[in-house]
């Protein structure tokens, strides 16, 4: 009765429009071992009752950073250097900016009237304790609950934020939920003091685009009920469009331009939202349509470079020990299809579908169940799933991988030169000034600097990092790239660039790709052609321009309905298609 009070007066308060958060001229400063780095410089803006402002802007424009502080959660080195943070309360504001680390008005203040939801669950939740017991302890330290109180209580936050079964599921841990359920938990547990003010950094940004769809749709739903003001900080302006109330652009540590939703996106006044906006715009429309037919548009029909047949993968079919059979998980289920020269494939579908399994299935790193991959090199047939391990290394030199984090697959202790040339090496192509050559030739595709080649990954940016990446796939001369969420990682201009350096690399080397992601914008933008998986199964199967603008499987639709729409005007995913089996 009590919260139902105050989320009733909150609700007035959000009708009104109340500013709840001020914040003025605020500067960041981190100490460097050799520099001074003004992250964050006279960042303005206010928060208000029942709405969302969207912080948006590229990776280290000064987003999270900025709402860390609202929280005083800075690394030891950073500093606020000037500014204010106002919270306001029934008997005056609250000016968090000066308030020391420890002091029992922040430790209020952290998780009891700001709650914070971080993007990536499983490293923000712990793994040997359980979901309850975490939640229980925020309910207990801000609500002042005895156990019984807080564990019912807790059961019916996990209800709120639609955890099925939230009775059993009080006792689990984070390894035995998924993505999705992770992040429900994390926003139960930021929700558990029933704050005024939702920080979301990023909470989407790892979940596919369904459960991205619900959590969006959830989180809303919480804050109309509960009338909190939210600061959603994003690189994606299509869940921009899709939920903000306002917009305020970042970039280099400053706020560029503030504005509602509908004056960002149809009359941005600063070249870097436009050009933010350009790059969104880009990626909805279909680059290969503008390009020449494709050889799988010809007649007659041309050879595939690669054939898949009843290709399938299951987990756990084995007959236990004791006599009892586990039940069988069938990571991919019986897909076929052709790979054609010059051809890029998508490969979509939410996570746990079976995209990357299959990845790893054509590249023999992990074996199939049953099926057939038959690829067609250059002098005849060979069925991949009869080769040796030694037989595998021809295959391989002909069929590469372009990991999804270039961060962590690069080796931190390698230079560039040594990355690139690693495969090259490995095969005995070449050694020596050959080596450092080629190596630079490579670099020169990728656009970066040969000069740059003695340098360590951790000189180069993540866009950059991913070019490396590409080159070195590319030292081998292969026919295939399989490029697993290749694009995840990084900024959507970034993304773009990527993206049209392979359409490039390709027209020259003419390559075949396979391109796995769960961004349908990315796949729309990029491919020929595009596979459907749900559940391990190949549900549907058709052009690129198909699949985005025409779906005909009940699953596809709820995929495509799902993807957010950078119009403000349109929203799609508010009358999204929503698919039960």
Known sequence: MQRQAVNTERAADAAAGEVVLTVEN????FRLRTEILHAVRNVS???RR??????????????SVTARALLRILDKNGAITSGRILLAGKTGAIDIAPLTERSPELLK??????????????SSLSPVHTIGSQITEALRLHRRMDKKQARAETIELLRQVEIPNPDTAIDRYTFEFSGGMRQRAMIAMALAADPEILIADEPTTALDVTTQAEILDLIKRLQVSRGMAMLLITHDMGVVAEVADTVAVMHYGRIVETGSTDAIFYDPKHAYTRSLLRSTVKLEQNQRSHAAAAPVATAPAPAPVLSLRNLSKTYGASTGWLGGNSNPIRAVDAVSFDLYPGENLGIVGESGSGKTTLGRLILRTVEPSSGTITYFGQDKPVEVTGLSKHELKSFHRDVRLVFQDPFASLNPRMTVKQVIGDPLVVSGKAKGAALEQRVAELLELVGLDPMAM???????????????????????????????????ALDVSIRAQILDL???IQKRLELSFIFISHDISVVRYFCDRVAVMHRGKLVEMGTAEQICTDPQEPYTKSLISAVPNPDPRNKRMLHRTRFSV
């Open 454 to 488: 003695e340098r360590y990954p951790h000189a180069f940016s993540g866009g950059q990092r991913q070019r490396i990446g590409i080159a070195r796939a590319l030292a081998l001369d292969p026919r295939i790239l399989i490029a697993d969420e290749a694009t995840a």
């Open 502 to 504: 392979l359409l490039d």
């Open 109 to 122: 203040i952290r998780g009891g009237r700001i709650g914070l939801i971080f993007q990536e669950p499983m």
């Open 26 to 29: 605020l500067s960041l400063d």
């Open 45 to 47: 803006f206010q928060l």
């Open 50 to 63: 029942g709405q969302t402002l969207c912080l948006v802007g590229e990776s280290g424009s000064g987003k």
